[in-house]
């Protein structure tokens, strides 16, 4: 790490993120390259390396950082609110998952290879990022749905979000290739699954429009 204010290391921390942010809005992870992530920020590709030694690290930078914001959110709806309905919680929830679209995206990637190939110290900040937003949706069940099974909610809402983002978005290519197929496949918004998927876990009966679809 080269010598520097910690102010200044997490300034340029931050823009590489936000590099690779701006890239993986037009390509694909594994067409981003240390290069072109360095081309985006006002330093060179050596200097990248001084910070993430790798494009997995960066990317799990980025997904550590959507987990810090998405948490930031889930707690305010602990403490902005006394009570709320199942309805008004699923609905709360699903608005603030459709804002973090490119977190979803990032969960339907391969973990397993974005973390084997990242420093044990990155994996530990985002491993404690990813353990924060567990804590705000835990404390949001725990204030508003004390009858609610705190655990089994979060050890079945968090593995489903891994497979929102395919189910909500397609390329034309997809959806041509679904429609040959024969298949009987209705794409979904992310707010309609993440909704119905809440409101289920809080023991609420699913509408029976979106059942039946």
């Given at each position: ?6 102010e ?32 985006f ?34 707690y ?17 929830v ?20 974005m973390e ?11 491993k404690s990022?990813?353990?924060t ?17 705190c ?8 593995p ?19 429609k ?13 699954m993440?909704?119905q998927?809440?409101?289920q ?13």
């Amino acid at each position: 790490m080269p010598r520097g204010s910690a102010e200044l290391t997490a300034a340029r921390k931050e823009e590489i993120v936000k590099a690779c942010e701006q890239l993986y809005q037009t390509m694909s992870f594994k067409d981003i390259t240390i290069k072109e992530i360095a081309a985006f920020t006002s330093f060179t590709r050596t200097s990248v390396y001084n910070y993430f030694q790798t494009k997995e690290e960066i990317f799990l930078a980025l997904m550590q950082r959507e987990y810090e914001n998405w948490a930031e959110e889930m707690y305010c709806v602990a403490e902005e609110n006394d009570s709320m309905t199942p309805e008004g919680f699923a609905a709360a929830v699903a608005v603030s998952l459709e804002k973090h679209e490119q977190l979803l995206k990032l969960l339907a990637m391969n973990h397993y290879d974005m973390e084997a190939n990242s420093r044990y110290e990155c994996l530990k900040e985002f491993k404690s990022a990813y353990g924060t937003s567990l804590e705000a949706v835990r404390s949001c069940i725990k204030k508003f749905f004390r009858h609610v099974d705190c655990e089994s909610f979060v050890y079945v809402f968090f593995p489903f979000l891994f497979g929102v983002y395919p189910y909500a978005v397609a390329t034309e290519k997809q959806l041509q290739a679904i429609k040959d197929a024969g298949l009987s496949f209705k794409m979904h918004s992310i707010h309609d699954m993440i909704y119905q998927c809440v409101l289920q876990l809080l023991g609420e009966k699913r509408h029976d429009d979106y059942s039946e679809k």
